[in-house]
């Protein structure tokens, strides 16, 4: 390679160092937060918005499919493990006042109540797979803890038949009853007639005068 060769060659680098050192952009002093999404109709980029966790404060569960026995008493020593409770209430029926296997309890801290629905539902408990969830408290009906403190007494059935047999019919009543089983009586004969059976019905014998029971059961 001669003189001249080299001169050009030498003149060529520096054209080319030159030109690719212009064409670098300078970099910002104060570079800017990558943007985490853009905008469907173009536009500059937008930064997601923070958003904050919102706070429960429920604090009323669900407990379904409660086992027979697990009731009210039961129910308050079982969850109070998780925390303070405040009020438990088992859905009973009005006339015999027996479960209906649901009900609901009250704790007073939100996280609490949290907690104990993670770990209670679906537990398997006396052969019952219980259901429990949070109620929101926009869900939680006003009359939901009314008569929550009520003692229910189971009706004794027993004890009520036994003073409907153990009492004297008036002669008002015992008049009444006549008029029924003369107006049963008249019903199966004309059955007997349609069905096209010769049978001749006994006729009624009783007293027009209410008798003192033959047998009387002891109420204690």
């Not at 030498?10 to 160092?17: F, R, T």
């Not at 800017?32 to 604090?59: C, H, Q, W, Y």
């Not at 925390?83 to 801290?109: C, L, M, P």
């Not at 004890?159 to 153990?166: F, T």
């Amino acid at each position: 390679m001669g003189a001249k060769a080299k001169k050009a060659l030498k003149k060529n680098m520096k054209k080319i160092s030159a030109s690719a050192a212009s064409s670098q952009l300078p970099l910002p002093q104060n570079p800017k937060p990558s943007a985490d999404f853009l905008p469907l109709e173009g536009g500059p980029a937008r930064k997601a918005p923070v958003t904050t966790p919102i706070e429960s404060k429920a604090t009323v569960l669900y407990i379904g499919r409660i086992p027979h026995g697990f009731y009210e008493t039961e129910i308050e020593a079982f969850f109070s493990q998780f925390g303070t409770v405040k009020r438990v209430r088992v859905a009973r029926n009005k006339k015999t006042g027996k479960s209906k296997h649901f009900g609901f309890i009250q704790f007073e801290d939100p996280e609490v109540a949290e907690i104990a629905a993670g770990a209670m539902n679906d537990y398997l408990l006396m052969e019952h797979m219980l259901k429990v969830h949070v109620i929101a408290p926009e869900d939680v009906k006003p009359n939901l803890w009314k008569g929550f403190k009520c003692n229910y007494k189971p009706v004794d059935w027993v004890q009520i038949e036994r003073k409907q047999h153990n009492k004297e019919r008036t002669l008002e009543e015992h008049r009444k009853m006549l008029q029924k089983v003369v107006k049963r009586d008249q019903k199966r004969r004309k059955r007997i007639e349609a069905a096209g059976i010769q049978y001749e019905c006994p006729e009624l014998v009783g007293n027009t005068q209410p008798v003192p029971k033959r047998i009387k059961f002891s109420e204690d």
